[in-house]
Each structure stands twice: as structure tokens, then as C-alpha cells.
T-cell receptor, first 112, second 113 residues
Framework: SQQGEEDPQALSIQEGENATMNCSYK?????LQWYRQNSGRGLVHLIL?????REKHSGRLRVTLDTSKKSSSLLITASRAADTASYFC????????????FGTGTKLQVIP | SQTIHQWPATLVQPVGSPLSLECTVE??????LYWYRQAAGRGLQLLFY??????ISSEVPQNLSASRPQDRQFILSSKKLLLSDSGFYLC????????????FGSGTQLSVL
């Protein structure tokens, strides 16, 4: 079963604006990861945040994690048309790192 | 760096036919291996994962099975495909004990008609 749910399901913004996506999950975790998928392709890893971290940055990406609410957010700043893709969060389960499940995804469209 | 080879890219099969999808990994040893299925416009459903040769964990009861005959080979099979088996199948590889990043193959689009 899927661990996470992303919201919104779809998001359309103008180039230059910021995009925020949220992820909620159900069980305790070790790590939470965000991935990007271009249509019809495999997923590409963007960033990982550990359960003892609250915020992490990588370039134009900012991820937050609230373990008390079992939720995470991904912020893409100054969006570009090339950011158009689907974004997924993925979690393991704190009993072990091997089982990795994905959320339902947010489809982001950045309009030039 | 590791490379995931997954083939074919597209497959059209009749209902009731068998299936064999193969995934091989280069550039690493003893990886964690995964099969996911993605319905059109939806999230990824974890089907199977494996932490070693012959070790398979099944997440969804269905008519699919998986095998890991070699360290870097993961095979997804079915004896008789159903219409509901259609989807985009993705193989992934995770490294180390903490699995901090999954690397994905390019996927197989399976249409069962």
C-alpha cells in the first residue's frame, strides 16, 4: 500500500513563481526522499531528509519535515519551464530501510 | 556509478499470455532491488523488493511473481496476464544499508489487450 499522499494533485504556475508541494505519510520513518519524474520516464532522486532533520536545502529546492504531523513539503523557488514534471515523496519505515514506498505525486506545470 | 538496464521499453501482450521483464544493474554489488508499477497519471505501487539473492518480499497479492537469480538481476514474471496488469513497470536499485537514494530504470510500458 502507498505510504504517502501528495497534495495538491496538480499545480500550475507561471515561470518565476514558487511551487510548494506537500506530502503526508502514515508510519514512523528513517528518511523521506523527494523524486521527480518526467512523463514516461524513470524517477530521479532530488533530495533526502532524515527523520532528525527539520529542513534541508539544495539549490532551488527546500524541504521541510514535521515528524509530529507526519508531513513534508517541497518548495521549488523561482520555477522554470524545465521544472514541469511530477514530483513524488518516498518513505521507508523506521523498522528497516529496505521497504520504500511512494506517494501519489503532484503534477507540476510551469508556464513560460 | 550504477546503471539500471530494463527492457523492453514497450510491450503489448494478450490476456492470458506469460510475462517476463528483466532488470539488470551495473556498477554496484549487493544492491536492494525493487519492482514498482505505475498506472497512468498515478503514483508508484511497490510490488516486490529484494535485499539479496533469492530473497523476495511481496507487497501486493496478485498474479505476478519476482525472482532474483543473481546479485544484480531481478525478474518480474506472470504465468497468465490480466487486463489489470497493464501499466508502467519500473525497476529500481538502492544502495547500502540505509538506502538513501533509489536509481530507476527507464521503465516498461505494458499493455495487456
Amino acid at each position: 500500500s502507498q505510504q504517502g499522499e501528495e497534495d495538491p494533485q496538480a499545480l500550475s504556475i507561471q515561470e518565476g513563481e514558487n511551487a510548494t508541494m506537500n506530502c503526508s505519510y502514515k508510519t514512523s520513518i528513517n528518511n523521506l526522499q523527494w523524486y521527480r519524474q518526467n512523463s514516461g520516464r524513470g524517477l530521479v532522486h532530488l533530495i533526502l531528509i532524515r527523520s532528525n532533520e527539520r529542513e534541508k536545502h539544495s539549490g532551488r529546492l527546500r524541504v521541510t519535515l514535521d515528524t509530529s504531523k507526519k508531513s513534508s513539503s517541497l518548495l521549488i523557488t523561482a520555477s522554470r519551464a524545465a521544472d514541469t514534471a511530477s514530483y513524488f515523496c518516498a518513505t521507508d519505515e523506521s523498522g528497516g530501510y529496505q521497504k520504500v514506498t511512494f506517494g501519489t505525486g503532484t503534477k507540476l506545470q510551469v508556464i513560460p | 556509478s550504477q546503471t539500471i538496464h530494463q527492457w523492453p521499453a514497450t510491450l503489448v501482450q494478450p490476456v492470458g499470455s506469460p510475462l517476463s521483464l528483466e532488470c539488470t544493474v551495473e556498477g554496484t554489488s549487493n544492491p536492494n532491488l525493487y519492482w514498482y508499477r505505475q498506472a497512468a497519471g498515478r503514483g508508484l505501487q511497490l510490488l516486490f523488493y529484494s535485499v539479496g539473492i533469492g530473497q523476495i518480499s511481496s507487497e501486493v497479492p496478485q498474479n505476478l511473481s519476482a525472482s532474483r537469480p543473481q546479485d544484480r538481476q531481478f525478474i518480474l514474471s506472470s504465468k497468465k496476464l490480466l487486463l489489470s496488469d497493464s501499466g508502467f513497470y519500473l525497476c529500481a536499485c538502492g544502495l547500502g544499508t540505509t538506502n538513501e537514494k533509489l536509481f530507476f530504470g527507464s521503465g516498461t510500458q505494458l499493455s495487456v489487450l
